[in-house]
């Protein structure tokens, strides 16, 4: 008995050295055995994943900076359909995340995703390079400073169109898999990979950050050169470099099983409760419907566990008399009439996330103001100094600049002071707090812009009557500006990211990702409704409107201050809706409220 005893101590103890040895999470190895905590994820790959986004923003921006010019100079476009056309093209790669999102959560998995869509888009490129080669090459003669080009055939635009749409699908439908993937390396249970994770999403927005200004300023300064092609050329080796990094890391990667379509297990839960639409939902949880073992109902996700909201799609998980099996056992589970409490609360958890979802887009309409007036009042501006030119493009340096620096300082310093001012809290502030916080900065960051806009309508004023010409106010007082939204854009896209990744069910992992990138492509687009309606309504009749081709004649000035006043509305909306958000609890475990 003694020696039995022991045997069974001894494994015992080896079983939980094993458990210590394999990560607690369900992640499993690029041979899909239980993966290993000292040879899987980390910073390891982290940081090679960190690098991979970089270089595939630096390809991708490569190419949004360049359109713009060449679509004009090249494909002869008026500055109106060309601003239109990119426009269009941006918002459909912002679209694409959710058809990666859905493919990566649903049936591929991140892996899989990731590596298809990045060699559609390495494609892609390498399309765009060759077509816009042979349009220069067929088309274009040297000029005074420019080449002077005819006008393309057909085929040769559809080509080039092909192309270009080739690189939004494989960039668009990339991002959030790899965002998602990225903070799959770090296993949230363990407390030191736990705040591993949660630093991870601020730098690998640095690194999208970073890869911007690298085109911002040498691909933009080939750009200005005419040498499309080449920054097309260098694009796409940055995106073959990438791809190379990512594959080079198979071997230490930790991977997690798709979860099915989640369309059609959201579509049972609502036929279910619809089909019991007169049945009593029971007091009692515990009454409710859930499969036996720890997977639940998304193919080995974690369990979520019951919550008292949206209690009419609790009936989708109430059994009844007809929902009993057979005495032979011979019926399956009818889904469409009986579904488990994972299930039901999957659909609370995004019904949940609408809200805070649709106070994000008037921050992202301050935030789109950056690439369009921003950069519109500022060409209005002194942009020297010395024999020193500033492009006004050039300005969204110091919001990169910024980024980076704020990043820095709330993971090296902010985070730390606050877990010694609040103990037990290792993580700073929540996703919510950091998410107002941003909406407060970019408001403030609207009313630096309208005060600018004062003072430049002042100097432009004196100057005329002075017979001085253009406005003698320098273009770095557009500074505080742009380091405001820079600032601003640390907590809100940040905190975004963490919040959908950690709320979102195991199965939708992906799309949770997806949702920061669609606020941005919604506000982008609410931006330029909302430019087209303050047009109409403030330039009627002979009025000049605030938003005018001739900003000396308009007041950009009070566009700024409704922007501000639209997002001191929203904050307060905000708060009203992160105080009601109750958070998705998973395996029993009661996370903390983000309160804001």
């Known amino acids: 008995m003694a020696e039995s005893a022991m045997i069974e101590e001894v494994q015992e103890i080896h079983e939980s050295n094993m458990d210590e040895m394999y990560i607690s999470d369900g992640s499993v190895d690029w041979k899909g055995q239980r993966a290993v905590k000292d040879k899987s994820g980390g910073w390891s790959v982290g940081i090679l994943l960190l690098v991979n986004q970089g270089l595939a923003t630096l390809a991708f921006s490569g190419v949004a900076v360049n359109l713009m010019i060449l679509m004009t100079r090249v494909l002869h476009q008026d500055n109106a359909d060309a601003a239109n056309h990119v426009s269009t093209w941006i918002g459909t790669t912002y679209m694409f995340s959710l058809v990666g999102a859905f493919v990566s959560d649903s049936y591929w998995g991140r892996y899989k995703t990731c590596a298809v869509f990045q060699i559609a888009f390495i494609t892609g490129l390498v399309e765009l390079s060759l077509t816009s080669y042979l349009l220069v090459l067929k088309h274009c003669v040297p000029g005074n400073g420019t080449p002077n080009c005819e006008p393309p055939t057909d085929p040769e635009i559809i080509l080039f169109y092909l192309s270009i749409y080739q690189i939004a699908l494989g960039c668009g439908a990339y991002q959030p898999a790899i965002t998602t993937f990225g903070a799959d390396q770090f296993n949230e249970d363990d407390k030191e990979e736990g705040e591993s994770k949660i630093a991870f999403f601020s730098y690998f927005y640095m690194a999208n950050k970073l890869g911007t200004l690298f085109s911002n300023t040498l691909l933009a300064y080939l750009e200005d050169k005419g040498k499309w092609v080449l920054s097309f050329w260098i694009s796409a080796g940055a995106a073959f470099v990438a791809l190379v990094l990512f594959v080079t890391g198979t071997p230490r990667f930790r991977h997690f099983k798709p979860g099915g ?162 103990k037990g809290n290792r993580k700073g502030l929540t996703e919510l707090q950091r998410m107002g916080i941003g909406i407060v900065i970019s408001a403030m960051a609207m009313v630096s812009a309208g005060v600018v806009e004062l003072q430049r309508l002042k100097y432009t004023k004196n100057d005329h009557e002075a017979n001085k010409g253009s406005s003698s106010l320098s273009i770095l007082w557009q500074i505080p500006q742009y380091v405001m939204v820079g600032a601003s854009e640390v907590f809100m896209y940040v905190g975004q990211m963490e919040f959908f990744n950690k709320q979102a069910p195991d199965g939708l992992k992906s799309f949770g990702s997806a949702l920061y990138v669609a606020s941005m492509s919604a506000g982008s687009y609410a931006s330029s ?57 998973f395996d029993g475990k009661l996370e903390v409220v983000n309160d804001i």
């Not at 019951?306 to 009936?315: E, G, N, Q, S």
């Not at 501000?564 to 905000?574: H, K, Q």
């Open 261 to 422: 379509n989640p369309l059609t297990r959201f579509c049972q839960v609502i036929v279910a409760s619809l089909k019991k639409r007169r049945v009593t939902t029971p007091l009692h949880e515990e009454d409710l419907h859930e499969v036996d073992g720890k997977p639940g109902a998304n193919k080995g996700g974690r369990k979520i566990l019951h919550t008292p909201d949206f209690k009419f799609l609790d009936r989708a998980a109430v059994v009844t008399l007809k929902d009993l099996p057979s005495q032979d056992q011979q019926h399956p589970e009818n889904k469409w009439r009986l579904c488990t409490i994972t299930q039901v609360e999957e659909v609370k958890c995004i019904w949940r996330f609408i809200p805070i979802w649709l106070c994000t887009i008037i921050y992202s309409v301050t935030y789109a103001q950056m690439a369009s007036v921003f950069v519109k009042q500022g060409a209005t501006m002194k942009n020297s100094l010395s024999e020193f030119r500033i492009p006004q493009e050039s300005m969204s340096v110091f919001e990169i600049l910024s980024v980076v620096v704020f990043v820095l300082l709330y993971r090296l310093y902010i985070v730390p002071l606050l877990s010694r001012l609040w």
């Open 529 to 585: 409704f909302l430019v087209t309606i303050v047009i109409k309504i403030t330039g009627k009749g002979d009025q000049i409107g605030w938003i005018s081709k001739d900003l000396d004649k308009g007041h950009m000035d009070r566009f700024y201050f409704l922007l501000a006043a639209l997002a001191t509305i929203d904050i307060f909306v905000f708060m009203v809706c992160a105080k009601r958000y109750r958070c998705t609890l």
